[in-house]
């Protein structure tokens, strides 16, 4: 579950916050225990967001970006797909994959996006937008001009600015979703420690190693 309270339907006095419960769920549900949304996420992002109608505000105004952005909606979503995959946050990228059908993205491009590098489906711009997106996640935002420039051969200034802004607050969302466990993200940590056998005891495998040498 996750790590912070879900509010429940009747603590909810935000219309914002009721608008987004009634439309995502349903009028009649309570969110905070009737789980679950149409894309099969539970959707307890929306109740614990709703912890705060200043930061849930915030949070549903930089999804309108989409209206008004100029941006191909298949950049954008390569873009958050390919950062919600490299931040590991399977929250992220399966519902960016979802999209990406919706936008009748070819399939072997979407299953392709956790090794985009070797996979020849993409197109010179696409490879740049994923490329990009690694830099942004993985490197801090430190980009070769090599990247940049094939974005600036294909992009618009205003549109390398929409891709950074939105591929940026996927990451947030995706760090966010890791961090307070939310959707797709409330899992055990995937990397822990295998135990030794019984009676291993404080064996030294170094000297097992070295051959006691």
């Known amino acids: 579950m996750p790590r912070l309270r879900e509010v429940p339907r009747a603590e909810v006095t935000d219309e914002r916050i009721l608008f987004f419960y009634d439309h995502l769920f349903a009028p009649d549900r309570d969110p905070a225990v009737d789980h679950g949304t149409a894309t099969g996420s539970p959707g307890d992002w929306w109740t614990v967001f ?11 105004r930089g999804f309108a970006l989409y209206r008004n952005a100029s941006l191909d909606p298949v ?13 590991g946050s399977q929250f992220v990228f399966s519902q960016h994959c979802k999209q990406m ?18 996979a020849e489906c993409y197109s010179p711009l696409e490879r740049a937008v994923l490329a990009y997106t690694d830099c942004l996640v993985l490197e801090g935002g430190r980009t070769p001009d090599a990247v940049f420039g094939i974005l600036q051969e294909h992009l618009s200034d205003q549109e390398i600015l929409q891709l950074t802004y ?13 961090a307070l466990r939310l959707e797709f993200d409330d899992r055990p940590e995937p990397i822990t420690e295998v135990a030794a056998p019984e009676g291993y005891g404080n064996r030294d495998i170094s000297a097992d190693l070295t051959g006691g040498a």
């Not at 919706?102 to 392709?112: C, P, R, T, W």
């Open 166 to 178: 939105i591929t940026c607050m996927y990451d947030m969302h995706a760090v966010m979703s890791r």
């Open 75 to 87: 950049l954008r979503e390569l873009g958050q797909c390919r950062a919600g995959w490299a931040r």
């Open 50 to 60: 709703a912890q705060d109608s200043a930061v849930f505000r915030h949070a549903v």
């Open 101 to 118: 059908r919706a936008l009748g993205m070819d399939e072997d491009k979407i299953q392709s996006i956790p090794h985009w590098q070797t």
